[in-house]
């Protein structure tokens, strides 16, 4: 290790301070149990510098740390979890922002909430569910012959089968830790998921419920996405011995959807950040990692770390803000300056009870129109009172972009009464949480790729640039874009870091 500048001790500021008072007020007002971490704000000298508290940068520290490594990890925010997140609601109770539900094969991010005493519930998932389709609306059971897919015309369902069953076995070609390298990569990569449905998903209906997926997990539309990333997210929906298929991506029983956080899923990396006490940074944003010799600045908002190495862990598009001192090579950049982020909003309605429950349905819909075209029972698991969870997605949340918190109530509340019946339009109160606003996501889920990235640039996503490592969801083989891919990134990082000290 080369030797760092020297660091001045440590000591408190206001600016820490606030962070440490803010995160206890949060943790307090979300009902969580762990002591909220201690933020000191100082400059450090350490092993690894981690850029972002999210689950991929935390997970990494925690690593990190247990391989005998000093770590700082530096988070934008007031609080950790980036895009996870608690939200209190007016009731005392509390909502899901961001990531909130984990399914099979989602592993690591299930023995790391295991490790920390964070319980699972399965979503509920009791009744039917809603199709809505030409303002028609039509409840349908899910343990019948199709499943969770909704039941549009013969035809259309046919059709859709057939797509489903070609779509798993064209991502069953695609190596997970390489899509670029799958036989047919060239093509795949220079086609829209878009154009590929057009010739596949002949029948209206079929082309409809791929949309609707492909909305659903993307939050982007098929126009925007390359066939080959689509097929590769397909791919890492599975684990190292079970392959990914579509399905495992949409459905709630048996899929991604299929179990929640008690406590909601804040209180992993809540928990986590506890762990690692005034290793973690709150409000310090990262501005620029600057090399000097063998060693880096990474420099923060009032907080510069002295470090042999760098976990980047943050969506690659925002990792692109941070000016990097020699200059990143150029696929490196361009790689990120090519993969955006969805478009995405949820929009939460509380009400007195769960009063769909009462009408046989399990609140999930699939809806052709409207502002949420896909919602889920969001409830507390004692059911103590409702919430009804909606995604805005893709172009219809950039329809809403300039629009106000109560334009977007009412076009939200106009839908879910459409789907539930007069008694939505009065919640006892609303929440909508806009990634795209949000300036340390700028989006979500997930950045993704369009066509010819994938190709182009696609062995920049891992490749370290000297001692600088890269770590976030979008860096996994298996679940990317989701909560068990952020950690199975961090495991990775670490792993990869400790073996060059
Ligand atoms: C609405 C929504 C719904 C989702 N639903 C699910 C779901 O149901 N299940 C699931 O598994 N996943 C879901 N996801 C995806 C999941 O939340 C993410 O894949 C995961 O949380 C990503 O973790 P990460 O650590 O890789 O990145 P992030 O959580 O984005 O962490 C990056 C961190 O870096 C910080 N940061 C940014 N810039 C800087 C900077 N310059 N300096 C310092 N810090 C910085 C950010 O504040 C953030 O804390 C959802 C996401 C969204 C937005």
């Not at 979300?30 to 000191?40: E, H, W």
């Not at 690593?63 to 609601?89: K, P």
């Not at 920049?460 to 990317?480: C, F, K, M, Q």
Request: glycine share 10%; with cysteine; hydrophobic share 45%.
């Amino acid at each position: 290790m080369t030797a760092p500048a020297p660091a001045p001790a440590p000591r408190l500021t206001r600016r820490s301070l606030l962070g440490g008072a803010a995160a206890t007020a949060g943790a307090a007002a979300l009902g969580t149990a762990a002591a909220p971490p201690a933020f000191a704000a100082a400059d450090r000298t350490v092993d690894v510098a981690v850029v972002g508290g999210g689950l991929a940068g935390l997970t990494a520290a925690r690593d990190l740390v247990a391989g005998g490594r000093s770590v700082a990890v530096l988070e934008a925010r007031d609080r950790v979890g980036g895009r996870v997140v608690n939200l209190a609601l007016a009731n005392g109770g509390f909502t899901e922002g961001g990531g909130e539900f984990v399914g099979p094969t989602q592993d690591r991010v299930k023995a790391l909430a295991d490790s920390l005493g964070v319980a699972t519930f399965t979503t509920y998932n009791t009744g039917k569910n809603l199709l809505y389709k030409d303002g028609t609306r039509t409840p349908y059971a899910t343990d019948g012959l199709l499943g969770s897919v909704p039941p549009v015309d013969a035809a259309g369902l046919a059709n859709a089968a057939i797509v489903q069953s070609e779509l798993d076995s064209m991502a069953a070609q695609v190596p997970v830790d390489a899509p670029w390298t799958a036989a047919k990569a060239a093509e795949w990569d220079k086609q829209t998921f878009e154009s590929w449905l057009n010739a596949n998903a002949v029948v209206p209906s079929a082309k409809f419920l791929l949309d609707v997926a492909c909305t659903s997990i993307f939050s982007a539309q098929p126009r925007e996405l390359s066939l080959l990333y689509v097929l590769f997210y397909i791919a890492a929906a599975g684990n190292e011995s079970t392959p990914g298929t579509l399905e495992r991506l949409t459905d709630t029983a048996g899929g991604a959807q299929e179990s929640r956080f008690v406590g909601g899923s804040q209180q992993v990396p809540l928990k986590l950040a506890a762990t690692l006490g005034d290793r973690v940074v709150l409000n310090a944003p990262v501005r620029s990692v600057t090399r000097s010799g063998g060693s880096y600045s990474v420099a923060a908002d009032g907080v510069t770390v002295h470090a042999s190495r760098v976990v980047v862990a943050l969506p690659p598009p925002l990792a692109a803000r941070i000016a990097f001192d020699p200059l990143l090579p150029a696929a490196r950049d361009q790689l990120a300056q090519r993969l955006p982020m969805g478009s995405i909003g949820k929009a939460i309605a509380v009400y007195d009870t769960p009063f769909w429950r009462a009408d046989g349905l399990n609140g999930q819909v699939v809806s052709d129109s409207g502002a949420v075209r896909s919602t889920f029972d969001n409830s507390p698991p004692d059911g103590s009172y409702g919430a009804l969870m909606g995604f805005i997605e893709a172009d219809e949340m950039r329809a809403y972009d300039a629009a106000s918190v109560a334009d977007i109530k009412a076009a939200v509340l106009k839908d879910y009464v459409n789907y539930f019946g007069s008694r939505a339009a009065s919640p006892t109160s609303f929440v909508v949480q806009r990634w795209d606003d949000e300036g340390f996501s700028r989006g979500g889920p997930v950045a993704f790729a369009p066509p010819g990235v994938l190709t182009a640039y696609g062995p920049a996503l891992r490749a370290p640039v000297d001692g600088i490592h890269w770590a976030g969801t979008e860096t996994s083989t298996y679940w990317n874009g989701f909560m068990d891919g952020a950690v199975r990134s961090g495991e990775r990082v670490a792993k990869e870091v400790l073996a060059t000290l």
